[in-house]
């Protein structure tokens, strides 16, 4: 074969090749989970949702414990029904599902606090109000249900 023609083919490619690569998805940027109901999706971590288009869950009973719970320790900022608030995110929200947030994330948040990485609120502090492992893990509970009836997964 010809080398100009070797060079034209190796070109063809290269630009197919870049073609692709901008076509597609990156994998390192985070994309919306589409998903109907309340939740908020894409790059929007800032607003509250409005109360009234939260969907409201029958708990389980560790949920409704965390549901109380959350309320003493958490909805100050992150809001009634983790709707979110002006000094919070809103955590019913694809940025919060599982698959990104593991619930053990959660859990490290409210002990240790966290630096500000996916909202404009400032880091968050370590909870002030002594919560058990119990505790935490039943506030997980009632966020994953909160989120699943949103629409979150």
Request: with cysteine.
């Amino acid at each position: 074969m010809k080398p100009r023609y070797m060079i034209a083919i190796l070109l063809v490619l290269a630009a197919a090749v870049a073609v692709w690569f901008l076509a597609s998805p990156s994998q390192t940027t985070q994309t919306a989970v589409p998903v109907t109901g309340a939740m908020h999706s894409g790059a929007d971590t800032q607003a509250a949702l409005p109360e009234d288009q939260v969907i409201l869950p029958e708990l389980s009973a560790e949920a409704a414990m965390g549901r109380t719970a959350f309320g003493a320790a958490c909805a100050s900022c992150h809001g009634v029904n983790a709707a979110g608030t002006d000094s919070g995110p809103p955590l019913i929200h694809s940025l919060y599902r599982a698959g990104h947030h593991p619930d053990q994330s959660f859990v490290n948040a409210a002990r240790q606090g966290v630096r500000a990485h996916h909202w404009r609120f400032g880091d968050m502090p370590p909870v002030q109000v002594a919560l058990s492992d119990a505790e935490l893990a039943s506030i997980v509970s009632y966020v994953r249900e909160m989120q699943q009836a949103n629409g979150v997964n």
